[in-house]
């Protein structure tokens, strides 16, 4: 595709509830990155894919926060027993290759507000 | 692990004047610098990077200088325009191990008064 894909573009959830944010990277792209954005900050890391392995995931703030790239192409970032903390954008991001310096092109974010 | 400060957090210019955003890094590792500009609603686009290896990089109105030594790295922009108005932020990371992760810099408001 043109450019990073995610879905929902805004999410509303009741405390308590699971969520499921969808990423579609660049055809081709290697590397995929999750960050988390809160309001008037900037982002946070989540986690890391180089084709459907999980490298890093140290950014993830609890175990109710889960990704999956099965088949390394689109991923799916899981919020389980969505808390209001958890209100935030959170941002998809992929690259060429998990090379030197490449260009790493985001989305434009999942807004999830939690009430 | 990396930390990245930014400064100014708000920048008002007038049209035509030049702005500075000034960022430090505290992992003497880290070798890839990009800035992104945020518009409202939208996800960070990478306007211009730098690795370690150049001390300046230039694009048209826009310029990055990195001083290794110091650990911190400079966004310039000249004769700013009103669509130059968003939320810039820098980054930095180690592209030599294997955390890819870009650490981020809490950001910079920049309004460009016509």
């Known amino acids: 595709g043109a450019g990073v894909s995610q879905s929902p573009r805004y999410k509303v959830a009741k405390r308590g509830q699971d969520v499921a944010l969808r990423c579609d990277p660049i055809s081709g792209h290697v590397s995929l990155f999750w960050y988390q954005q809160a309001l008037g900050q900037g982002p946070e890391f989540l986690t890391y894919?180089?084709?459907?392995?999980?490298?890093?995931k140290s950014g993830l703030p609890s175990d109710r926060f889960f990704a999956e790239r099965p088949e390394g192409s689109v991923s799916t970032l899981k919020i389980q027993r969505t808390q209001q903390e958890d209100s935030a954008v959170y941002l998809c991001?992929?690259?060429?290759?998990?090379?030197?310096?490449?260009?790493?092109?985001f989305g434009e974010g999942s807004w999830l507000t939690v009430v | 692990g990396e930390n990245v400060e930014q400064h100014p957090s708000t920048l008002s210019v007038q049209e035509g004047d030049s702005a500075v955003i000034k960022c430090t890094y505290s992992?003497?590792?880290?070798?890839?610098f990009p800035w992104y500009k945020q518009e409202l609603g939208k996800g960070p686009q990478l306007i211009i990077d730098i690795r370690s290896n150049v001390g300046e990089k230039k694009d048209q109105r826009i310029a990055v200088t990195l001083n290794k030594t110091a650990k911190h790295f400079s966004l310039h922009i000249t004769e700013t325009q009103p669509e130059d108005s968003a939320v810039y932020f820098c980054?930095?990371?180690?592209?030599?191990?294997?955390?890819?992760?870009?650490?981020f810099g809490s950001g910079t408001r920049l309004q460009v008064q016509p």
């Open positions: 992992d003497s590792a880290s070798n890839y």
């Open positions: 894919f180089q084709n459907e392995a999980q490298l890093d």
């Open positions: 991001a992929s690259s060429w290759t998990a090379g030197d310096g490449n260009t790493i092109y």
């Open positions: 980054a930095a990371s180690s592209m030599d191990t294997g955390r890819r992760a870009l650490t």
